[in-house]
């Protein structure tokens, strides 16, 4: 084992643990593989949590931040910033949010908190919905409206958070439910929590629940969770953190899914825009963005190296089309694995949509989760060369499973026979 491996204790607490038995130190990439400091190649199936949204070392990311760092490296909001003014009109143009307005952070976390920011000014209100078993980040405000308890490390919180249903199908008191009663009791419930509560400033919710295991409600719920929103002048949030940017395929955003409900109010977004680098931000229209009376800018948010980065990777997936190939290699990959699983007990669905799958894992013969098979199957997939990740609820018993969005259709079945090795091994 890597000396790295103790050494890593200093950056994180002992708790936490690394994936795998013998943690992975990545050292290089290319396309949709990565090497690790053995020199041994695996295929990437989980773009290291979704970050690296369109191939590893993409010749057009990597001229364009090298050439911005052989020019300036500053980072200042006081100056007129041309990479980021050129990013945000791209933004802006492809959120399907009228008159829209684009502010830059450094990740996913700090892109929620400026959402919560803005929704909780712009309505008076500290008091937030959010769904059971969500993640929204780790600062003092996204831990406060982060569902899944596994990642809430603290009850205190600056805002009032009322959890509603919706988030996960599989389990909970709603899980036998077909779609439309499902959706029913859903709405049921939020209009429970209405009648219960200060009136809240925002709903915020992740159309397809990453950390929590890539479960989704049905097409529509947020439809009509929005039309009880708007009557009680609730804004809706969509954390497109995992979601956006075409990773679901059928969609470039996730809240697109919900058909009729209409451009979300503000939607949040990081992760893969950047291609690995350090990109967030928040889309609002101009009259809630223009809410804050005092300044509030981020000094880092919208650096030109990121910028740089981000409208090079953003310009390479719309040009490539690289939603649609999530639609079609995505589809072809989920095909593939629910034909597996139909003959695995322990397999209870393989979900999902585009590049974002999700595997849910039962002890065979019974409805219980088993996080030992997903550990198992993480360790097997690496042993033959592929890195997947998981999540869930409190028992972390789903795959999680996000390549990078140029995914072809040989690595697509290469991976899906490594996995079916691997759950055949499991079980
Ligand atoms: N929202 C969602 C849906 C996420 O999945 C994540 C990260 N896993 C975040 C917010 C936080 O993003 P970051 O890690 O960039 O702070």
Request: proline share 5%.
């Amino acid at each position: 084992m890597s000396d790295l491996y103790s050494r890593h204790r200093r950056v994180m607490p002992d708790w936490l643990a690394l994936y795998y038995d013998d943690p992975i130190e990545i050292t290089h990439g290319e396309g949709r593989h990565v090497w690790d400091s053995d020199g041994r190649r695996y295929l990437d199936f989980f773009g290291g949590i979704l970050t690296t949204m369109t191939a590893h070392a993409l010749p057009e990311v990597t001229k364009a931040v090298s050439e911005q760092a052989g020019r300036i490296l500053h980072s200042s909001t006081l100056y007129l910033n041309r990479p980021m003014v050129e990013l945000a009109e791209r933004v802006a143009q492809v959120s399907g949010i009228p008159d829209a307005r684009v502010f830059f952070t450094t990740s996913g976390t700090e892109a929620n908190d400026a959402a919560l920011l803005l929704a909780t000014t712009y309505r008076r209100s500290n008091t937030v919905l959010a769904m059971r078993n969500s993640y929204h980040g780790r600062s003092f405000s996204t831990v406060g409206i982060t569902g899944n308890r596994s990642w809430s490390p603290t009850s205190l919180s600056p805002l009032q958070t009322l959890y509603v249903h919706g988030g996960v199908r599989t389990r909970g008191p709603f899980a036998h439910l077909d779609d439309r009663a499902f959706i029913d009791a859903c709405v049921a419930d939020l209009k429970d929590v209405l009648g219960h509560t200060r009136p809240p400033a925002a709903l915020i919710a992740e159309p397809v629940q990453g950390v929590g295991g890539f479960t989704s409600p049905p097409d529509g719920l947020y439809a009509e969770f929005r039309e009880l929103l708007t009557a009680h002048g609730i804004l809706w949030i969509s954390d497109e953190v995992q979601t956006g940017w075409g990773r679901t395929g059928d969609h470039f955003w996730g809240w697109q899914a919900h058909g009729r409900s209409g451009p979300p109010d503000i939607v949040t977004f990081a992760k893969g825009i950047g291609n690995g680098m350090s990109i967030g931000g928040v889309i609002a229209r101009s009259e809630i963005m223009n809410c804050l009376d005092a300044n509030s800018i981020s000094t880092f948010g919208g650096t030109q190296i990121t910028m740089a980065a981000g409208l090079a990777n953003l310009t390479y997936l719309l040009e490539h089309d690289l939603q649609g190939n999530a639609r079609r290699v995505g589809g072809l990959l989920i095909e593939r694995l629910r034909a597996v699983a139909a003959h695995l007990p322990g397999v209870r669905e393989v979900r999902g949509r585009g590049l974002m799958i999700g595997i849910e894992l039962v002890k065979p013969g019974t409805d219980d989760a088993d996080p030992q098979a997903a550990a198992a199957v993480l360790e097997a997939a690496r042993a033959q060369g592929l890195l997947i990740g998981k999540g869930g609820g409190h028992d972390t018993s789903a795959l999680r499973i996000a390549p990078p969005l140029s995914l072809t259709v040989a690595e697509a079945e290469e991976g899906a026979a490594i996995l079916e090795s691997a759950l055949r091994s499991a079980y």
